[in-house]
């Protein structure tokens, strides 16, 4: 068996297509234009980068990208107060704090902080407590398009036994619910959990979220399962150069699963894609608008 390879790349492109036909008739029927602000704390490369890619996917939906980049030094209370303004601010639809925050800010605080409705990555307590009581909410980017690239290859994910291994806010807890709200049959696995590959075995959806590279083993997947790897990892590569991973030892997986998210290419295009996508609904749902179909 080889498996299916299921692009993220296309599948996020496709989307992102969608999404901008769907702001052009918004602008089009009621003169709006969704703005999405991104605030960045410091000078983390990787955090600049992956800002930066996510304004040019704003740009290309045709959302106004709103940035906004604090020094490293910044205080708790300057933070807070420039998320205060971004609430009141009718042309901010969605706000997004990039993580991690350094040491003297509170993240959690700042989470909180946030107004709800513009809540684009998910995470506030009412976001995750409406997601866990099965209410309409903004939900993680990344729990988000793991469940859509799943239902690429699996249309319907009803009955089917789903597990995720890894338990964080980020990931695995709102992956599971999202996966409870599509009728799987779902068990969170994590560091603590007894004979973790046989757990595994049972799986129809594997859901591998642990931050540890090529972890999960052939051996452990169902045949004919569909696998998603959360996972980016470097690791040492050839000629002393890094390369990336997943937590799934992709190649021998893929003589075992029936289909599979490769990594790069798999769930890292789509959280962006549901990041403009969060934007998209959040603007509706401010303008009692209905929402817009993936």
């Not at 999960?216 to 991973?245: F, H, L």
């Amino acid at each position: 068996m080889t498996a299916r390879i299921i692009d993220g790349k296309t599948i996020a492109a496709e989307l992102r297509t969608r999404i901008a036909t769907d702001v052009t008739q918004l602008k089009a029927a009621h003169g709006m234009t969704p703005g999405l602000a991104v605030v960045l704390v410091g000078a983390n490369p990787a955090s600049e980068v992956y800002v930066r890619n996510k304004s040019k996917a704003v740009t290309g939906a045709g959302m106004t990208p709103i940035d906004r980049h604090l020094p490293e030094s910044v205080s708790e209370a300057e933070l807070l107060a420039l998320i205060a303004s971004l609430n009141a601010d009718p042309t901010v639809n969605g706000i997004l704090v990039q993580l991690p925050l350094p040491p003297q800010i509170d993240g959690q605080k700042v989470i909180a902080a946030i107004d709800p409705a513009k809540d684009v990555d998910g995470f506030h307590p009412l976001n995750v407590g409406r997601l866990g009581s099965g209410l309409p909410a903004l939900v993680p980017c990344t729990p988000l398009g793991c469940v859509i690239l799943a239902k690429t290859v699996l249309p319907s994910l009803a009955g089917l036994e789903a597990v995720v291994i890894g338990r964080s806010n980020i990931v695995g807890k709102p992956v599971a619910q999202l996966l409870l709200a599509e009728n799987a049959t779902v068990t969170v696995a994590h560091s603590r959990t007894r004979d973790l590959a046989a757990v595994c075995r049972r799986a129809d959806v594997l859901i591998a979220a642990i931050g540890k590279p090529e972890f999960v083993r052939a051996d452990w997947i169902k045949p004919g399962a569909t696998v998603i790897d959360v996972g980016i990892n470097r690791v040492p590569g050839e000629a002393g150069k890094s390369k990336i991973v997943g937590d799934v030892a992709y190649a021998e997986a893929s003589a075992v699963a029936g289909a599979i998210t490769p990594v790069p290419g798999g769930v890292g295009p789509m959280t962006i894609a549901c990041l403009i996508l969060n934007t998209l609904r959040a603007t509706c749902a401010q303008n009692g608008l209905p929402a817009p179909a993936i």
